[in-house]
């Protein structure tokens, strides 16, 4: 399995504050690295894919970089509404497709 | 717009076999770009990928689930469907279907399922 390993696995952050998530993978999984936002009591929603395009409808303030291992979803400015956990996935296996653990972001 | 809605029962007993079916609206589950996946989410815990199916009906099972899982398409009624073997408590979880684009990530996601094992 490719082991994919978010860090911090929480934070405290203020509205209007850059905000950067890291997202580690134990082997390449090229650019196939997806970013999804989840609140309490709802579906995840996606933010990136392709390690850094942004899903239509999704604020620009959101930006992914990396390849191979190393990602990194960074918010710009902090906004109300980006308070939630935020998960990393891969999409380079055939195999097995994995999650990290989630980055809770809140006030 | 595409919109997905699970279904099935919210309780299950251990060994038995969880059904849930996916519904798809706003696009169609055969000859599209899409394919089509299963995610689950145990209470207070991260995602986990169970398995997906193609538009042709390929389907890609997590191997940690793979003996117990099937994955399946009705283009009759644009649904898809999970059914989960030999349940334990350790199935547990919201379970949610999703559209899965060609690069593999979740775009579009049901309002998700929590099934709960127990006697």
């Known amino acids: 399995d490719i082991l994919m390993t978010q860090s911090p696995s929480s934070l405290s952050a203020s509205v209007g504050d850059r905000v950067t998530i890291t997202c580690r993978a134990s082997q390449t999984v090229s650019m196939f690295l997806n970013w999804y936002q989840q609140k309490p009591g709802r579906a995840p929603k996606l933010v990136i894919y392709?390690?850094?395009s942004l899903q239509s409808g999704v604020p620009s303030r959101f930006s992914g970089n990396g390849r191979g291992t190393n990602f990194t979803l960074t918010i710009s400015s902090l906004q109300p509404e980006d308070f939630a956990t935020y998960y990393c996935?891969?999409?380079?296996?055939?195999?097995?497709?994995?999650f990290g653990q989630g980055t809770k972001v809140d006030i | 717009q595409v919109q997905l809605q699970e279904s099935g029962p919210g309780l299950v007993k251990p060994s038995e076999t969880l059904s849930l079916t996916c519904t798809v609206s706003?696009?169609?589950?055969?000859?599209?770009?899409?394919?089509w996946g299963w995610i689950r989410q145990p209470p207070g815990k991260g995602l986990e990928w169970i398995g997906s199916v193609s538009d042709s009906g390929a389907t890609d099972y997590n191997p940690s689930l793979k003996s117990r899982l099937t994955i399946s398409e009705d283009t009759s009624k644009n649904q898809f469907s999970l059914n989960l073997s030999s349940l334990s408590a350790a199935d547990t979880a919201v379970y949610y279907c999703?559209?899965?684009?060609?690069?593999?990530?979740?775009?579009?996601w049901g309002q998700g399922i929590l099934v709960t094992v127990s006697s």
């Open positions: 706003g696009a169609s589950i055969s000859g599209s770009d899409y394919h």
């Open positions: 996935q891969q999409s380079y296996s055939t195999l097995k497709w994995t």
């Open positions: 392709g390690a850094s």
């Open positions: 999703a559209s899965v684009t060609r690069v593999g990530a979740f775009d579009y």
